[in-house]
């Protein structure tokens, strides 16, 4: 290995505590808010500032320092922009065994999460503000810092005499939302990522800030939207009330054909999947290092918690390799200051169920649709609206080069070794780079570490962990130009 890690680890520090930090405070303040949650995102303007801040800063880097590199933002019509940088190899690496046919590619995104209630006295999701070793503030973990921890390793890896295959930082604008914008991206430009040997993404979580965490699976996501029809106006609830059945109660039955209620075990044998011993593993001795539930991750409320008879190991496959339900939406019902006494015609659910990471979430959303429509209750109407359908991911066995890689560069940077661990969100890009290059080698890793609260309240980024992020990176990506073969 040719990397000094002193050199590179003074390098990010320096350019985090200095103009990675400035320009991170003024991303958060732009309610660059995904597509999902904004229907007039384009008109806003926010997401094009956003895509400016960024690339303006990428600019600047590349004048410092990263000869060859070019940086452009991709607008397809009625799209999301994508911000793309294309750092050719350093200059010591056989240009011929590196160019578009051996590429890394390094993942994140810009968009954010809505605002959401129940920031503290003195936060808010649009306003910075620094704690101790915590930025506060909406998409700063989840996944603003992308972008700045991709290119400070590229440099820090320069500067410290490393070496690196062709980088091709790719930063994305509608994550938040499924990436429906990402496939009309790849489908135009995809030739320009070449076939990637390495992926790096940045957009997952830590499960403690001691180690470095490496994501070896996602889970897949399906959303839907479930309505019961009974009425065509609202009726008094005196005159109708056991004649007419509520549309809530409709709807509640629904939904336990496809749960059940007492356990939260979700029904359907489409949503199941085996778990790989290898996960299984990885599952114990995560469960060993540090549980599965730290109450700062997890704000219940006083005397609330999970499960009480479940043991750690339980959870973490609970939250990574099997299905879950959440009723992310409600539709016909006023607030309860407003609620007159009146029987409502209609009930509607959004419905967010997350799938295991092989399971095929085409399947299991048929199998979902067929049992919560077949024979309505009391002849009721029901509807089911189709939202997404993304798959999981799993990542391919690392080979011994990359095993090797991770090790060292966590011990550089965390003086520990590193962690797997499986993830309960999604990352559609993984899927679709994973089906697409299926010899590509995978390093996954993230921010999002225990009260990080990504798409909550009170969301921080965790500036040490960030900057150790930046630099095991910066190591991997030497490994990776020096690998065999």
Same mark, same amino acid.
């Given at each position: ?14 350019? &985090? ?6 320009? /991170? ?15 007039? &995102? ?14 303006? &800063? ?94 400070? #390793? ?43 040997? /390495? ?13 470095? &965490? ?100 339980? /959870? ?47 399947? #299991? ?88 609260? #990504? ?18 990176? #910066?190591?991997? /990506? ?8």
């Amino acid at each position: 290995m040719s990397l000094d890690a002193a050199t590179a680890t003074t390098h990010v520090d320096r350019a &985090w505590d200095g103009h990675v930090i400035d320009v /991170l405070h003024e991303f958060i303040r732009i309610p660059n808010v995904s597509v999902a949650y904004d229907p007039e &995102w384009a008109a806003a303007g926010h997401m094009t500032k956003a895509v400016e801040l960024l690339r303006l &800063w990428c600019e600047q880097r590349v004048a410092e320092g990263l000869d060859g590199a070019t940086v452009e933002v991709l607008e397809l019509p009625e799209r999301s922009p994508l911000l793309l940088v294309d750092v050719p190899a350093t200059s010591g690496v056989d240009t011929a065994a590196t160019d578009a046919n051996d590429t890394v590619i390094l993942y994140g995104h810009l968009d954010k999460q809505p605002p959401f209630e129940g920031w503290r006295d003195g936060l808010g999701p649009w306003e910075p503000v620094i704690e101790g070793e915590r930025l506060y503030g909406r998409g700063a973990a989840d996944d603003g810092y992308a972008v700045f921890a991709a290119l400070t #390793a590229i440099a820090a890896n320069r500067a410290a005499g490393g070496e690196h295959a062709r980088c091709v930082v790719l930063i994305e604008a509608s994550e938040e939302s499924g990436s429906p914008d990402l496939p009309a991206y790849l489908q135009e430009y995809g030739e320009r990522l070449g076939t990637p040997s /390495l992926v790096v993404a940045l957009d997952s979580s830590c499960a403690d800030w001691d180690h470095l &965490w490496v994501t070896t699976s996602l889970r897949g996501l399906i959303d839907m939207t479930l309505r019961v029809d009974m009425l065509t106006e609202g009726i008094h609830s005196g005159s109708a009330g056991g004649v007419v059945p509520s549309t809530f109660r409709v709807l509640r039955s629904l939904l336990d054909r496809i749960e059940d209620s007492a356990t939260g075990r979700l029904l359907a044998p489409e949503l199941h999947v085996d778990v790989p011993e290898v996960r299984r593993r990885q599952i114990r001795e995560m469960a060993a290092d540090v549980g599965a539930v730290d109450p700062a991750e997890y704000p219940f409320v006083n005397g609330a918690g999970p499960p009480p008879d479940a043991t750690d190991e339980a /959870l973490i496959v609970a939250r990574t390799w099997e299905p879950s339900l959440e009723v992310t939406g409600f539709e016909g019902a006023p607030p309860p200051g407003s609620a007159g006494n009146v029987l409502r015609p209609t009930s509607a659910a959004k419905l967010s169920v997350r799938v295991p990471p092989t399971a095929d979430p085409q399947i #299991a959303a048929a199998a979902l649709v067929q049992q919560l429509t077949a024979e309505p209750p009391y002849g009721a109407r029901v509807t089911v609206t189709p939202g997404g359908a993304e798959p999981g991911w799993h990542a391919p066995p690392e080979v011994p080069w990359l095993a090797a890689a991770l090790e060292a560069a966590s011990q550089a940077t965390f003086g520990t070794a590193p962690r797997s661990l499986g993830e309960g969100g999604t990352i559609p890009f993984m899927g679709m780079l994973g089906r697409q290059f299926p010899e590509a080698q995978f390093m996954i890793t993230g921010v999002a570490g225990p009260g990080t609260n #990504a798409h909550g309240p009170n969301e921080f980024l965790h500036l040490p962990t960030a900057r150790r992020v930046t630099t095991a990176v #910066a190591h991997v /990506l030497d490994a990776h130009a020096h690998r065999p073969g």
